[in-house]
C-alpha cells in the first residue's frame, strides 16, 4: 500500500532563507507528483506537477526535483517570504488505480519577518 | 473563472440527519474527486468519478454516497450524519487525472 510521508511537520525560518520540504513514498510506481500550498481556511492550490519520467519542475522562486528510485520528492523554496507561510502537501498518484492521488499531511511552513 | 465550487460552506448536523454537499466545475474536467481533511491524517479520498456516469470507492467510503450528475456536478450525500464525520470536505476535478484543481471546502460539524 502507498504511503506518503512528510517530514518536519512543522518548520519556521527567517526570510530570506532558502529552504527544503521533503515528501517520501513508499512505492516507486507512480504516474506523477503534485505539491500543493494550502492556506489557512482554504482550499489545495497545486503549484507544481512532475510527471514520472521528469527529473525536476521550476515556477518562479520553486523548484521540485522527483527521484523515484528513492521514494523521494524535494520543493526548494528561494528566498523565502512571509506571504509563503502556508502548508504544503505533496500527493502521488500510483500507477495503478486510475486517477487516484495519495496525499501526505503535510508541513505547516512560517517565515518570519 | 469560478473553477471548482461548493456549497455549503459551512453546516451543523445534528447526529442522525442527512444532507447533501455539492460540487460543480467549470472546466470541463472529466475526473472529479470527494476528499476529506481531519487533523493529522491528510486527505483522505471518500468517492471519485473518473468520467461522466462512473464512480468508484476511495479509502474511506463507509457512511457516504455520490452522484455524477453531469459532467459539471459531483455531490456527496451522508444519509445517517455521525460524530466520526465531523471534518471538511473538498471537491476536486481534473483532467484526465493530472492537476488538481480544488473547491475552498464544506467544514461539517455533527453533534
Known amino acids: 500500500k502507498q504511503e506518503v510521508t512528510q517530514i518536519p511537520a512543522a518548520l519556521s525560518v527567517p526570510e530570506g532563507e532558502n529552504l527544503v520540504l521533503n515528501c517520501s513514498f513508499t512505492?516507486?510506481?507512480?504516474?506523477?507528483l503534485q505539491w500543493f500550498r494550502q492556506d489557512p481556511g482554504k482550499g489545495l492550490t497545486s503549484l507544481l506537477l512532475?510527471?514520472?519520467?521528469?527529473r525536476e519542475q521550476t515556477s518562479g522562486r520553486l523548484n521540485a526535483s522527483l527521484d523515484k528510485s528513492s521514494g523521494r520528492s524535494t520543493l526548494y523554496i528561494a528566498a523565502s517570504q512571509p506571504g509563503d507561510s502556508a502548508t504544503y502537501l505533496c500527493?502521488?498518484?500510483?500507477?495503478?488505480?486510475?486517477?487516484?492521488?495519495?496525499f501526505g499531511t503535510g508541513t505547516r511552513l512560517k517565515v518570519l519577518a | 473563472n469560478a473553477g471548482v465550487t461548493q456549497t455549503p460552506k459551512f453546516q451543523v448536523l445534528k447526529t442522525g440527519q442527512s444532507m447533501t454537499l455539492q460540487c460543480a466545475q467549470d472546466?470541463?474536467?472529466?475526473?472529479m474527486y470527494w476528499y476529506r481533511q481531519d487533523p493529522g491524517m491528510g486527505l483522505r479520498l471518500i468517492y471519485y468519478?473518473?468520467?461522466?456516469?462512473?464512480?468508484d470507492k476511495g479509502e474511506v467510503p463507509n457512511g457516504y454516497n455520490v452522484s455524477r450528475l453531469n459532467k459539471r456536478e459531483f455531490s456527496l450525500r451522508l444519509e445517517s450524519a455521525a460524530p466520526s464525520q465531523t471534518s471538511v470536505y473538498f471537491c476536486?476535478?481534473?483532467?484526465?487525472?493530472?492537476?488538481?484543481?480544488f473547491g475552498n471546502g464544506t467544514r461539517l460539524t455533527v453533534t
Open positions: 476536486a476535478s481534473s483532467k484526465d487525472g493530472l492537476t488538481l484543481h
Open positions: 512505492d516507486s510506481a507512480i504516474y506523477n
Open positions: 512532475i510527471q514520472s519520467s521528469q
Open positions: 500527493a502521488v498518484r500510483p500507477t495503478s488505480g486510475t486517477y487516484k492521488y495519495i
Open positions: 472546466m470541463n474536467h472529466n475526473s
Open positions: 468519478s473518473a468520467s461522466e456516469g462512473t464512480t
